[in-house]
């Protein structure tokens, strides 16, 4: 899902009429909604396919299973936010080549570039009406769902490694995953996003709660602050701990059968997504979509 991207930013970069390139993300998309969702909204992390005997219209599956997650019925964690994420840029990706499209068609000829050029803000709305695909953005909702229901307050805001892995025998809890809570965050903001430009009225939960893991990471998930020191060469301290990435309390696979298990540890996916997140808040401040009474 999270690869999906590529296929819709080519199209739109292609002066071809083609569609076929959108056509396959979101088929890949409607795949994955149809196979690897629980009805409860988790996902499954890894099915094999069948190469042979599988179709576009009918998948045949040999297996399900989980590579990085507790076990293989359970809901992993990253995965869950992958997947949140995945379906809400796909469901944004649809919507601008849906308005370029229609755009393009309005113009009527070789007037199509003048066309997305004048209208560049209608093509990445503040406030137009959402033309994306339904289908995806309610999956989006339903990834959202299943992961902010799944949370606490305080330390319990940030993520476990797996949904459904329990607690350690002696009551401490079961690994966190700030990185699953960063790759969340940032896809319920794109949400809130989109689902504020629904036709109708409409009203979105997600700000708050994307605000809630970020407030939550940021408090109990932060490293100790580095610092430049004066030397020959000068170095830098990383602090107590010397953790050399912004958040700690990352599991990186924590499966029984993995190679290499590693938990309560930085990983890059969290600290990208915490700048992404950060970006995204600013941008949605100069906007206008909040305020920064929002954010306090």
């Known amino acids: 899902m999270m690869n999906l991207e590529l296929l819709y930013a080519a199209e739109y970069q292609s002066p071809s009429d083609s569609r076929s390139l959108s056509n396959i993300a979101t088929t890949h998309a409607l795949t994955t909604v149809a196979n690897h969702f629980h009805p409860s909204g988790g996902t499954c992390h890894v099915i094999n396919y069948d190469q042979q005997r599988s179709s576009p219209e009918k998948p045949v599956i040999i297996k399900r299973w989980a590579h990085q997650g507790y076990a293989d019925e359970s809901v992993w964690g990253r995965g869950q936010a992958w997947a949140l994420y995945g379906f809400a840029r796909s469901a944004e990706w649809t919507d601008v080549l849906n308005r370029r499209n229609r755009l393009g068609d309005e113009a ?67 690994f966190r995953d700030v990185s699953a809570g960063m790759i969340a ?30 407030r939550a990471t940021i408090k109990y998930c932060s490293t100790p602050q580095a610092r430049f020191t004066a030397g020959k060469p000068p170095a830098v301290d990383l602090g107590e701990g010397q953790w050399d990435t912004i958040l700690n309390q990352s ?14 540890c930085g990983l890059v996916y969290a600290d990208y997504y915490f700048l992404e997140v950060g970006n995204k808040l600013l941008e949605m401040e100069r906007r206008g979509w909040i305020s920064s009474k929002d954010l306090n």
Request: hydrophobic share 35%; with cysteine; aromatic share 8%.
């Open 108 to 174: 009527k000829g070789p007037a199509q570039e003048e066309t997305d050029i004048a209208n560049l803000l209608q093509i990445w709305p503040q406030n137009a009406q959402f033309e994306g695909d339904e289908r995806l953005l309610e999956q989006a909702v339903k990834a959202a769902d299943f992961f902010e229901a799944r949370l606490g307050n305080e330390l319990t805001a940030v993520p476990p490694w797996d949904f459904d892995c329990p607690d350690n025998p002696d009551g401490s809890l079961t």
């Open 185 to 214: 965050a940032s896809g319920m903001l794109t949400l809130h996003s989109l689902l504020r430009r629904r036709p109708g009225p409409s009203s979105s939960p997600y700000l708050s709660h994307a605000l809630k893991i970020i």
């Open 251 to 264: 599991t990186i696979n924590y499966n029984e059968n993995a190679p290499w298990r590693k938990a309560d």
